[in-house]
């Protein structure tokens, strides 16, 4: 069984690039850890300032291990910095 991750952020007005910056730099690493399938962000072409992320882990405890990795502690940190709202994050899993 695969864990599938949705995570919505909203980023503070003239954050965006900001926003899109943070989370693309978080492809790289988050794939090479062990249980990352996919981690791929997405923004609405309606508004900038909102992006998905859609992520596919092995099982929630490698998703687990990925909450406690440097680059998450960094982008944690920058996101707290830019987002106007908190983060959403859903656990999905198969039926």
């Known amino acids: 069984m695969t864990l599938h991750v949705v995570a919505e952020f909203r980023a503070n007005s003239g954050r ?3 926003l899109r910056t943070a989370l693309e730099a ?12 996919t981690y791929h962000p997405y923004t609405d072409p309606n508004d900038p300032s909102h992006m998905v992320l859609v992520e596919e882990w092995t099982t929630p405890e490698a998703l687990d291990k990925h909450f ?4 998450f502690f960094h982008v944690r940190d ?18």
């Not at 920058?78 to 198969?94: C, F």
Request: contains cysteine; proline residues 11%; glycine residues 2%.
């Open 16 to 18: 965006e690039d900001r």
């Open 26 to 37: 978080m492809i790289e690493p988050s794939l090479a850890e062990p249980g990352c399938l």
């Open 68 to 71: 406690t990795t440097p680059h």
């Open 78 to 95: 920058v996101l707290d910095q830019i987002l106007a709202e908190p983060m959403i994050i859903k656990r999905l899993v198969s039926a």
